[in-house]
């Protein structure tokens, strides 16, 4: 096994400044339900040195089955103007990646306002309840709301991210496990869903962001693929579109033919690699046929 010397360091500020915004980023999972996080605050303008973190902390949260609680342990910390350290940041990423968190997972964003009250989707969206996940703590949804969901690679466990209502970007990190294995890609289909509601309401950059967010979480769902190809067709976005949709297609040929027929991709029509592998498939015929 291996195994990660944490070391802490700590410098105190000079003076109190207050945070004006926070921004996070996840570095990796290991294979267990645990994953490695960095952690920034930045000051109200004028305070100091605009930019530049007044907290940094990078470290893991980690669920310990034999208590069952979520420990976190920052392998680095650092407060205060002046203290951060790119250096020593990049270095303990680095060990941290060596000491296991390297896996990329799969990354949810719930848009502010982003469902159309229809089939289901917002329901699906805006709460936990598929899910299944029993953390040790729910926030107060007065004061939070959900924004992110990093899934780990299996989706058995989730860093769910509550923003602070009424304030910039500021996080509370609530790590669980998942009991619905199914969760991650229901979750996609109802971005999804959403994304071509909202198109037909006309709320076209919506639309595209949501079908490109159930398309990033549950890539392996030809139909969130499809989907998402589609949006881009519409907004020009052609060499993206068509490298969307040839994924969709190696998961599932149905979509093959079923582009071929749809008018969201009449601007692919003129491509040669539309034509000869959209179309070509469509002409194939079915396993069995005679």
């Not at 645990?34 to 952690?39: I, L, M």
């Not at 303008?45 to 990078?58: D, H, K």
């Amino acid at each position: 096994m291996r195994s990660l010397l944490f070391l802490l360091l700590l410098s105190a500020p000079l003076r109190a400044l207050d945070i004006e915004r926070e921004e996070y980023r996840i570095v990796g999972w290991n294979n267990a339900c645990s994953v490695a996080v960095e952690r920034y605050a930045y000051p109200v303008l004028g305070q100091a040195m605009q930019g530049e973190p007044i907290t940094s902390r990078i470290g893991t949260l980690a669920i310990v089955t034999e208590k069952p609680i979520v420990e976190t342990r920052w392998v680095f910390e650092a407060d205060g103007a002046n203290t951060h350290d790119k250096a020593a940041i990049a270095a303990f990423r680095r060990q941290l990646r060596k000491a296991g968190f390297d896996r990329p997972g799969f990354s949810e964003t719930i848009r502010n306002a982003p469902t159309v009250e229809s089939a289901g989707s917002a329901e699906v969206i805006l709460s936990t309840a598929i899910l299944e996940a029993r953390p040790d703590f729910w926030p107060d949804t007065t004061e939070w709301r959900l924004g992110y969901v990093h899934y780990n690679p299996l989706s058995t466990c989730a860093l769910l991210v509550y923003d602070k209502i009424g304030e910039r970007d500021r996080f509370k990190f609530i790590l669980t496990r998942i009991y619905n294995a199914s969760a991650r890609a229901g979750r996609g289909r109802a971005h999804t869903t959403n994304g071509r509601l909202l198109f037909n309401a006309g709320e076209l950059a919506a639309a595209l962001a949501e079908t490109e967010i159930g398309a990033r979480m549950a890539p392996e769902v030809g139909g969130t693929r499809y989907h998402y190809a589609a949006m881009l067709a519409m907004n020009g976005r052609l060499s993206a579109a068509m490298s969307e949709l040839l994924a969709a297609v190696k998961l599932d040929s149905v979509f093959a033919q079923k582009a071929a027929d749809d008018p969201d991709f009449d601007s692919l029509r003129v491509r040669q690699d539309f034509r000869e592998l959209i179309l070509k498939e469509k002409r194939r015929p079915s396993p069995g046929a005679p």
